[in-house]
């Protein structure tokens, strides 16, 4: 059964870096790409970017200035960080796993607010 | 914003049918996907591809596209149903989402 487990600081200063990581089990990071996607308060879902496990990247261009994601696989983890965050970057924060098309398993989700 | 649209609501009486659609270019090209997000949990996965259903996701859910449109239908809708519901698809830079489809059931 795959689980995934997002973890971080839930509270973020304004012009700081958000940092989470999205523990796995249940099924080796590697072969497939995963994924990070948010959630603000009362918006829609949007996708962040999506790392493979050689480390190749994509990135939704709005973010792509301010983020980074990164891939662990001795600790079969991938982290995510966004840098000089406002506070429109508040919201619920997912990992999935991304198997090119579809998201077929979540974690929990991560509310992380942004405030100065 | 989204490149994906979809209408904002949507009612259904309790054991009737409701169809929610997502359109936009992206749809002509690659197979949309469908999320069920309620309150407080993770989206799950309920359609996929042409017309694709993980395995525990109840048969009344089913899946159609045409051009730029694709379309999640429930037959037979249960109280459980009720809740935002997204459509997705690649697009050239990874992927999108829709705007959501809050299904209220009556």
Not at chain 1, 96 to 104: G, K, P, T
Request: charge should be neutral; aromatic fraction near 10%.
């Amino acid at each position: 059964q795959v689980q995934l487990q997002e973890s971080g600081p839930g509270l973020v200063k304004t012009s700081e870096t958000l940092s989470l990581t999205c523990s796995v089990s249940g099924a080796s990071i590697g072969t497939t790409y995963w994924s990070w996607i948010r959630q603000p308060p009362g918006k829609e879902l949007e996708w962040i970017g999506s790392i493979y496990d050689t480390g190749s990247t994509r990135y939704n261009p709005s973010l792509k200035s301010r983020v980074s994601i990164s891939v662990d696989t001795s600790k079969n983890q991938f982290s995510l960080k966004l840098k000089s965050v406002t506070a429109a970057d508040t919201a619920i924060y997912y990992c999935a796993r991304d198997l090119n098309e579809i998201f077929d398993h979540w974690g929990q989700g991560t509310l992380v607010t942004v405030s100065s | 914003s989204s490149d994906l649209t979809q209408d904002p609501a949507v009612s259904v009486a309790l054991g009737q049918t409701v169809r929610i659609t997502c359109q936009g270019d992206s749809l002509r090209r690659y197979y949309g996907s469908w999320y069920q997000k309620k309150p407080g949990q993770a989206p799950l996965l309920v359609i996929y591809g042409k017309n694709n259903r993980p395995s525990g996701i109840p048969d009344r859910f089913s899946g159609s596209s045409s051009g730029d449109t694709t379309s999640l239908t429930i037959t037979g809708a249960q109280a459980e149903d009720e809740a935002d519901y997204y459509c997705s698809t690649r697009d050239s830079n990874g992927y999108v989402f829709g705007t959501g489809t809050k299904v209220t059931v009556l």
